[in-house]
């Protein structure tokens, strides 16, 4: 997903529920300068422990549903891992999008149920079995991420098949959109360019 993001001279980059900063500290280490935005006070706490890199970190608090900048700011925008924690994807699509700039880059990465019946075969054991045993043997907290993601990846895709989500870009004003799908269909990048 990173690679998606072009270096334009003076443009920064938003990193939506940048978490504990993993992606916004590629994105430094590749030279873009970053704002990255959380909902979560205590997952900010554990990024400003990261910073580092060519580029710059800055970290905000504020949420997806509501970014305090103004329109057309950012070069790019990229977010992990986040439609599936909120309640309506396609205004949160609209909201990442107004906040970029005519041209700039949208990009996504997130998890995919495998569509190869092999390999989706292979990920219900693993998401239904190794990730829970393999967290509970680290903690409590760890066995019930493990029992949540399988369950929350496949409910996503159920309530918005990926054709929708697609719409849902498109909608937003986002063209030229790429799909790749990857780790055998376990996880998938979609990225494209605000029209305009
Ligand atoms: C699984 S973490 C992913 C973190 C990071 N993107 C990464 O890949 O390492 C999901 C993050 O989304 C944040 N989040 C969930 N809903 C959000 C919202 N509506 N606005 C902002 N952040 C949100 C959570 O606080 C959490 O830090």
């Not at 003076?10 to 935005?37: F, M, P, S, W, Y």
């Not at 970290?59 to 599936?84: D, I, K, M, N, W």
């Not at 909120?86 to 990442?96: F, I, K, R």
């Not at 680290?138 to 493990?146: A, L, P, Q």
Request: a positive charge; charged letters at 20%; aromatic letters at 8%.
């Amino acid at each position: 997903m990173v690679s998606r993001i072009p270096s334009v001279d003076g443009a920064q980059v938003l990193d939506v529920a940048t978490g504990t900063g993993l992606v916004a500290r590629e994105l430094t280490e590749r030279g873009h300068r970053v704002i990255g935005i959380d909902q979560s006070e205590g997952m900010l706490a554990r990024a400003s422990t990261r910073r580092k890199g060519g580029g710059s970190l800055q970290l905000a608090l504020g949420c997806a549903e509501r970014l305090p900048f103004g329109s057309e700011t950012f070069g790019a925008v990229t977010f992990t891992y986040l439609l599936r924690y909120v309640d309506e994807p396609a205004s949160v699509l609209s909201e990442l999008s107004r906040v970029l700039a005519p041209g700039g880059t949208l990009a996504n990465l997130e998890f995919h149920v495998p569509p190869n019946p092999v390999w989706r075969a292979a990920w219900r054991v693993y998401t239904g079995v190794a990730l829970p045993v393999a967290g509970a043997a680290i903690s409590r907290d760890w066995y019930d991420v493990g029992r949540f993601l399988g369950p929350s990846i496949r409910d996503f895709y159920e309530r918005h098949p990926l054709e929708e989500q697609l719409r849902m870009w498109r909608e937003a004003g986002i063209v030229d959109l790429q799909v790749r799908l990857m780790s055998l269909g376990g996880g998938i990048v979609i990225s494209g360019r605000k029209s305009g």
